[in-house]
């Protein structure tokens, strides 16, 4: 399991945060007639940003895991090092 959070790149939320934050802002401009937004969308839509940059994170990893070990920055990635296997993070 350890192998596998660091392909989420749960450490470096602005990703998440930049999915997340225009999806608060029309759930908020959309429950203004109600007195703000629902709490439990807010919930699954935060959710969801995590869900969908963790995504988007395994798969450029995927994508660049030959080029991934020639960059010092992400010579340490789990696919590029062969800690973990391109059909182990699909799954």
């Not at 203004?32 to 990893?61: H, K």
Request: aromatic fraction near 8%; charged fraction near 15%; proline fraction near 7%.
């Amino acid at each position: 399991m350890k192998a596998f959070l660091p392909l989420l790149r749960l450490h470096q939320p602005t990703g998440a945060l930049l999915l997340f934050l225009p999806a608060l802002w029309g759930l908020n401009a959309g429950g203004e007639a109600r007195g703000g937004p629902d709490v439990f969308l807010v919930f699954l839509f935060a959710a969801g940003a995590l869900s969908m940059r963790g995504a988007g994170c395994i798969y450029n990893d995927i994508v660049d895991r030959d080029l991934d070990s020639l960059v010092v920055r992400t010579q340490s990635r789990p696919l590029s090092i062969g800690q973990i296997s391109p059909r182990q993070a699909l799954f």
